[in-house]
């Protein structure tokens, strides 16, 4: 018997040796953590902003921004024109521009991924970045209408594969017909847009307008009988051996949530500037873990350490912790309807209120004694700093002033704050959002009186509320997505689906369109400023702090790696010194 | 036997097929929506009815869960079993996630099973040799505390005294066999207290009996007594405590992975549902039951291989 339990373990034991445990991580010049796996390569599809630092690394854009100074260099590009009317660029794509299987790359390839963007088939969740291109949008609905249209024949008849294809000729001819890009000749491409935008070379550097190699793409493209859908084969985007780019780096690796290895791209046209010739992405997502990875040299930088251990390290005063203000604010959302969902009428449809809430948050106590990470306290809805040539109007924000918000409270016709009923704060559990909630709730209490009721629940629940209006209150944040005012102040026009605040002021939508047709930039952000003072004098959402970054390495080890804002590094400046390993 | 196997193998499909209405109701109906990006911008709704399309969730959930069977069953262009893509990871399939990370979690749980099952069987011995001596009251201590103190204090612990500070294992990861000894040990210290103490109740219990005294009185020594004739015995609770705990052990643990850094099962568990990925909640919970339900077939075949005296 004892044997046969001997047996049984010894089997058990060797196993490991005998099938093997995992492989052993390639080794890499420059070494970082991500917290969790990409969720996707697909440079059209994806929105998650690891996955977009990680396109930039292998796919170049026609123009290359530069996040440390906010310059806009050529990238694939060499050089560009802008028509009189701001409406007509020219892009000239470099001759010395290739594909990492030695294609070149042509003004064919950023058309191909820009069209793929611009159709429902691929559902493109920033499929609106591109409808500032004429007729984007408009295209889109076709291709929406004439799947329709097939998936209901379909039904009826039979469809096929071949019937599927026919329609995406027709929608091929009409996008000629319908969209403002062209290409003029394999290295030069021809975009009109729909009105000027100034930031429309920002948009022209985002993920979403990055080239795919057309031949690649195409080829794993097969049609659904039943729907008329055009579909990718998606195991190209993860797959090192098919995947195709032309930017510094190749996909030379990978193993889902263990790592991502790059290395450059010997068809690279500027690969001589690389400073470093391999990155690993190791993905770690336990704080602990992350941690013991970094001390014990594994890794050489976190560009983010979770809320819940930044304080501590913080304290500790090391060389190596650096905290970074970035492009963000942490925000209360005030749902402005004029009644909540279960038909009661909503103490917050009167600005008043809202503004007194505000008032009554005390920013510098908020972030010296709760959140600790030293955050800017927020007056503004766009961060200061972060689009050039736009000052926030910080003077319009409610400060801190529990006399005066009483004051409006009294205004707003309560007597006492208590008076003011069924409010309460809605928020996802985790990063800290508990402990911020819990002590704006004391906050009012203690400088108006105003009672509100605590409710943590999951991230996606708590975003399904906050589009269904079921809330009162509701915890938020907004990074800008390309450095322009309108990033954020988009999302309070009243059309805007992100408006889920459902505040509506027809003299800020106004002030939006007027600036959008403005030919003089300084013009158009004095527009902007004005259209900001609306939104802080009336306090949709409450503003509380500009987010930082908190990540971890050592400037004597790590060289060429800048900080900045938009938390976009440019890996390929950096090097690590001093490693014992390679 | 073979009938009795037979038989279960029958049920099996029924099991599942419960087991599979029931997880997709219950996937359906909690609240949240897969395909929210809840901080980031929220998506067009012509974007997402687009998605729901592509993804067959725009005719309810029978008709999402009867093309997800398809899927199953019978394969898809993509191959058999298609389980379908994943909500989160927009490029990956949910066959091949589970497909990667089961053998990750079965190779940690059988270690874990080996330490356990060794530090277990050995214990409880010593114990049973003495009851009431030294080693056998520090051996019932040491289980009491390996039963109650939770696997991320344990793995801590370890972590930061063996990778931390003496530096003789890596910190984490899933890159060599250095790498599975900490997270097996972890695994395996809460079973293993339990098997300690099943080895060492039993043996105690039936080192006592009529049968062993009376072989004892005609001479047998008592490591006879005990390792040919007790032991097997006293095995058979261990026995039908390993089924259940094989599965549960084999389908990853979600914190000693995050922990150690390695890529398991036990963080789709955990993951899928806050991700509301509907695709992988159902590969994840059809494979987990195939495994609980085959484990414990294995176990009852495994009654009648010790003890031949058991009757299927």
Redo the contacts between chains.
């Keep these: 018997m004892f044997k046969r339990i001997a047996l049984v373990i010894l089997v058990m034991f060797s196993l490991p040796f005998v099938i093997g445990v995992g492989d052993p991580m390639p080794k890499a010049d420059f070494v970082f953590v991500e917290d969790a796996e990409y969720n996707s390569r697909d440079p059209q599809r994806m929105t998650y902003l690891a996955d977009i630092r990680l396109a930039s690394r292998l796919f170049e854009t026609l123009v290359d921004m530069d996040f440390n100074d906010m310059s806009r260099n050529p990238g694939a590009a060499e050089r560009w024109e802008i028509s009189e009317d701001g409406r007509t660029y020219t892009f000239y794509i470099r001759e010395d521009a290739y594909w990492s299987n030695g294609d070149p790359l042509t003004s064919h390839d950023y058309i191909y991924a820009w069209r793929r963007a611009m159709i429902p088939d691929t559902a493109a969740g920033y499929a609106l970045f591109l409808f500032t291109i004429e007729g984007g949008q408009e295209f889109y609905h076709y291709r929406e209408a004439q799947l329709a249209d097939y998936a209901k024949q379909a039904k009826l008849t039979s469809g096929s594969e071949a019937k599927a294809m026919g329609l995406w000729k027709e929608a091929l001819e009409k996008f000629d017909e319908m969209v403002g890009v062209r290409a003029i000749d394999d290295k030069t491409l021809e975009v009109t847009i729909k009105q000027r935008t100034d930031y429309f070379l920002d948009l022209v550097s985002f993920a979403t307008y990055m080239p795919v190699h057309a031949a690649s793409v195409e080829a794993g493209v097969t049609y659904s009988a039943e729907t008329g859908r055009r579909m990718d084969d998606s195991s190209y985007w993860n797959n090192p051996k098919r995947l195709i780019v032309n930017g510094p780096y190749v996909l030379n690796k990978r193993k889902f949530r263990q790592y991502s290895y790059l290395t450059a791209n010997p068809k690279y046209w500027n690969r001589g500037s690389l400073k470093n010739q391999s990155l690993l992405a190791r993905i770690i997502s336990d704080d602990m873990a992350m941690l013991m990875a970094y001390d014990q040299g594994v890794v050489d930088y976190v560009p983010q350490v979770s809320t819940a251990i930044a304080y501590d390290l913080l304290a500790r005063d090391r060389d190596d912790v650096h905290v970074t203000p970035v492009a963000g604010t942490y925000i209360y959302n005030f749902n402005c309807s004029p009644k909540l969902n279960n038909g009661e009428p909503n103490p917050l449809a009167d600005w008043r209120v809202r503004r007194a809430l505000c008032a009554a948050i005390d920013r510098k106590q908020l972030v010296a004694k709760i959140t600790r990470l030293n955050e800017p306290p927020a007056y503004s809805f766009v961060p200061p700093g972060s689009c050039a040539g736009y000052d926030p109007p910080v003077e319009s924000a409610p400060i801190f002033d529990p006399q005066a918000a009483r004051d409006l409270l009294k205004e707003a016709g309560y007597a006492d704050g208590s008076e003011v009923k069924g409010l309460s704060i809605l928020y996802n559990t985790g990063s800290g959002h508990d402990k911020a909630a819990q002590a704006v709730k004391k906050m009012w209490e203690e400088h108006l009186g105003v009672v509100v009721t605590l409710e943590g629940v999951e991230s996606k629940i708590s975003s399904q509320r906050g589009r269904s209006q079921d809330y009162t209150i509701r915890r938020a944040g907004w990074y800008g997505d390309y450095a322009d005012p309108t990033s954020w102040l988009d999302i309070r026009s009243s059309k805007d689906e992100n408006n889920t605040t459902k505040w509506s002021n027809p003299e800020y939508d106004a002030l939006l369109v007027r600036a959008s047709k403005e030919g003089d930039s300084a013009v158009r952000m004095r527009l902007l400023r004005e259209a900001e003072a609306i939104l802080l004098r009336e306090c949709p959402h409450a503003v509380l702090y500009h987010y930082v970054v908190v990540s971890l390495f050592d400037p004597e080890k790590v060289k060429g790696l800048r900080l900045n804002a938009w938390t976009r590094d440019r890996f390929e400046e950096v090097y690590a010194v001093d490693r014992g390993d390679n | 036997m073979a009938r009795m196997i037979m038989w279960r193998l029958l049920q099996f499909p029924l099991i599942l097929g419960m087991i599979f209405v029931v997880t997709l109701t219950l996937a359906w109906i909690v609240?949240?929506?897969?395909l929210?990006?809840?901080?980031?911008?929220?998506?067009?709704?012509?974007?997402k009815s687009?998605?729901r399309?592509?993804y067959n969730m725009d005719g309810g959930p029978i008709h999402f869960g009867v093309s997800y069977l398809k899927g199953i069953v019978w394969g898809s262009?993509r191959g058999w079993p298609d389980f379908g893509?994943s909500l989160?990871?927009?490029?990956?399939?949910v066959v091949?996630?589970i497909g990667?990370?089961l053998?990750?979690s079965i190779?940690l749980g059988?270690?874990a099973?080996?330490v356990a099952?060794?530090i277990g069987?050995v214990s409880g011995v010593i114990g049973a040799l003495r009851p009431g001596g030294f080693l056998d009251l520090s051996s019932l201590g040491i289980a009491l505390l390996g039963i109650s103190l939770p696997n991320f204090v344990t793995g801590?612990i370890l972590?930061a005294v063996f990778?931390?500070t003496f530096?003789m294992f890596p910190?984490?990861?899933?890159?060599?066999?250095w790498?599975?000894v900490l997270p097996a040990i972890t695994l395996g210290i809460a079973p293993a207290a339990y098997i300690a103490r099943l080895v060492r109740l039993g043996l105690a219990d039936i080192m006592s009996s009529d049968y062993i005294r009376t072989a004892r009185a005609k001479g047998l020594s008592q490591h006879k007594a005990l390792?040919?004739h007790a032991?097997?015995v006293a095995?058979l609770p261990v026995l039908s405590f390993m089924g259940p705990a094989a599965a549960s052990v084999m389908t990853g643990s979600f914190v000693v992975e995050?922990?150690?850094?390695i890529?398991g099962m036990g963080?789709h568990f955990v993951t899928s549902v806050?991700?509301?990925d509907q695709f992988l909640i159902l590969g994840v919970v059809l494979t987990f039951s195939t495994m609980l339900v085959m484990f414990n077939l294995i176990v009852d075949v495994a009654y009648a291989w010790?003890d031949p005296r058991i009757e299927l």
């Design positions: 609240p949240g929506d897969p929210d990006n809840p901080e980031g911008r929220e998506i067009a709704p012509e974007i687009a998605l399309k592509q262009e893509p989160t990871y927009k490029e990956e399939r091949d996630m990667g990370s053998p990750v190779m059988s270690s099973l080996a099952l060794l069987t801590s972590l990778a931390g530096k910190a984490g990861g899933w890159e060599s066999p790498h599975i390792f040919e032991l097997k095995y995050k922990l150690f850094n890529p963080d806050i991700n509301k010790i």
